[in-house]
């Protein structure tokens, strides 16, 4: 269904108020429910799942430090909105239908709070997973000011509860941040990029089958997941009007595959000032920027001597990335501005030259190094199955970082895709990629290097939480395990891949 261009305004999500607040902590409650919502004004209202009756969730914002307490309460239906594949690990026939557990992507959390897996609850938590722990989950939010993002995480079915809708952002302020004076208030917005595909009613459609489909299985899991049209905020091709100054955009990666390249198509540069757990040194100019699935930059646009001007934010990442077909028109297209509102004040917000210290960790403070393959195999279906270090989610814990420790992990990518791997509660770096040789790897079980290291992208230096490890690369990062102890997962942010087995717990150990 082709779906005209810019007819609707983007929605902005509305920030969440908690239910207290005092000196000592922030309560908030969240609730998941079954809504209808125009996602584009020719298509029927589309039944999503959304937090506090909005997709995407309302944005929540706190203060680096400041201990919040969230109850995250599920009031979905019985059934599910989306075909489930009873044959993806979680997800059989001995567990209800509708099961979800949030995660706030990013945080720095104590485990039983970081939304684990198995630690799902139904409605009214009737019934919970093997590691539910608590009804109110604690953060700390020991990080610096970040975009961070919440979202569904239930074992074998987060690709259907997150494209149902569950998504918002998580904001993390400090006072640094407020020092720059960066665009702020109606002159920062956040952007929340996904693909979906709709039925003629204006249902949305995920595939029940594969291209080919599997004999013996009613629904089974496809590979990669890509849509057909593009929302922003939950409307598709969005605008939004804008005055002839700075704006700081907060851009997130929401899809379950999908990569985006975004550009402007008047060729200006945008300024990037954060990767996904914060600042950078110093911004940088791009012309474009890559985003993987869970990535997120800031960038300030600057429209001033722009107005009457529309611009348009456009897309040209392959799917799958970075070998497969590039986008057509309708998933090239992302959403646009229009230089139309009368400048309201002198615009005083700034690109600052300088934005935060970042040090480079020591590569020989780690103390352990972990060779870990990204593995493509098949299952006994036929079907391709996506794995860690070539093991599946209920093989023993192999990953056991000692608390406060350094390690650097290599991740050898012998698959033909570029995978998102996130590691949950901490921030990494990356130090390089390279090049090698997968035959003899796959003979002899050593690396032999066929290029030089490559150091990190412009837009990759800073701090992150998920790094694209391509294809027939190896690449390396070094992060420092805490300040909590406990069990945590590492997995590839395909949501298909996440949710067929390329997904393993790590414990932090004392
Ligand atoms: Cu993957």
């Known amino acids: 269904m082709i779906l005209s261009k810019f007819l609707d305004e983007l929605p902005i999500p509305p920030v969440l108020k908690p239910l207290q607040k005092n000196e000592s902590y922030t309560y908030y409650e969240v609730n998941m429910t079954e809504i209808k919502q125009s996602l584009h004004s020719e298509l029927s209202e589309t039944t999503v799942w959304g ?77 919970v997973g093997r590691y539910f722990r608590k009804q109110i989950y604690r953060y700390d939010n020991c990080n610096h000011a970040c975009t961070l993002w919440y979202h569904d995480h239930a074992l074998g079915i987060t690709r259907l509860n997150i494209y149902a809708g569950l998504a918002g952002f998580y904001l993390i302020r400090d006072q640094r941040e407020r020092s720059l004076n960066l665009p702020s208030g109606k002159y920062e917005v956040p952007l929340l990029i996904q693909d979906k595909t709709f039925n003629n ?98 960038v300030i646009i600057d429209f001033s001597n722009l107005e009457g001007e529309n611009i348009t934010m456009t897309n040209d990442a392959p799917t799958p990335f970075p070998s497969g077909s590039p986008p057509n028109d309708n998933t090239g297209t992302v959403m646009q501005f229009r230089v139309i509102l009368s400048l309201s004040s002198v615009d005083t917000s700034a690109i600052p030259a300088y934005m935060f210290p970042f040090h480079k960790l020591n590569e020989r403070l780690a103390l352990k190094v972990r060779y870990l393959t990204l593995n493509e195999t098949r299952d006994k279906f036929g079907r391709e199955l996506m794995l860690l270090d070539n093991k599946q989610w209920d093989a023993p814990i192999s990953e056991n970082p000692k608390l406060g420790s350094t390690e650097i992990w290599y991740l050898i990518n012998l698959t033909k895709d570029s995978h998102p791997i996130h590691l949950h509660l901490i921030e990494f770096q990356i130090l390089d990629r390279r090049d090698f040789d997968i035959e003899r790897y796959t003979k002899e079980k050593m690396l032999h290097y066929t290029g030089a290291a490559v150091p990190p992208e412009p837009q990759e230096r800073g701090w992150k939480d998920t790094v694209r490890a391509n294809p027939k690369q190896v690449t390396r990062i070094i992060m420092r395990f805490g300040p909590y102890t406990g069990l945590y997962v590492w997995h590839c942010h395909m949501l298909e891949h996440e949710d067929y087995e390329m997904m393993r717990p790590y414990v932090v150990i004392r």
């Not at 540069?269 to 930059?297: C, N, V, W």
């Open 201 to 298: 009613d204006g249902s949305l459609y995920y595939p029940k089958q594969r291209p080919k489909p599997v004999s013996g299985l009613e629904t089974s899991i496809v590979p990669e997941f890509v849509g057909e049209t593009i929302l922003v905020n939950g409307k598709v091709y969005p605008y939004l009007k804008v005055e002839p100054r700075k704006y700081r955009f907060r851009l997130l990666n929401a899809s379950n595959t999908r990569f985006f390249r975004i550009k402007l198509d008047s060729g200006q540069l945008m300024y990037q000032i954060s990767t996904d757990k914060g600042f950078m040194q110093h911004p940088i100019g791009i012309r474009q920027i890559l985003l993987a699935p869970a990535e997120r930059a800031d």
């Open 51 to 127: 937090y506090e009756g909005c997709y995407p969730g309302p944005t929540i914002e706190v203060a680096s430090g400041e201990i919040v307490f969230i109850k995250w309460m599920n009031n979905l239906p019985d059934r599910h909105l989306l075909p489930i594949d009873h044959t993806v690990h979680g997800a059989h026939m001995d567990v209800p239908e509708v099961r979800t557990v949030v995660h706030v992507h990013g945080a720095c959390v104590e485990w039983e709070s970081d939304g684990y897996p198995e630690a799902w609850f139904t409605k009214g938590f009737k019934q």
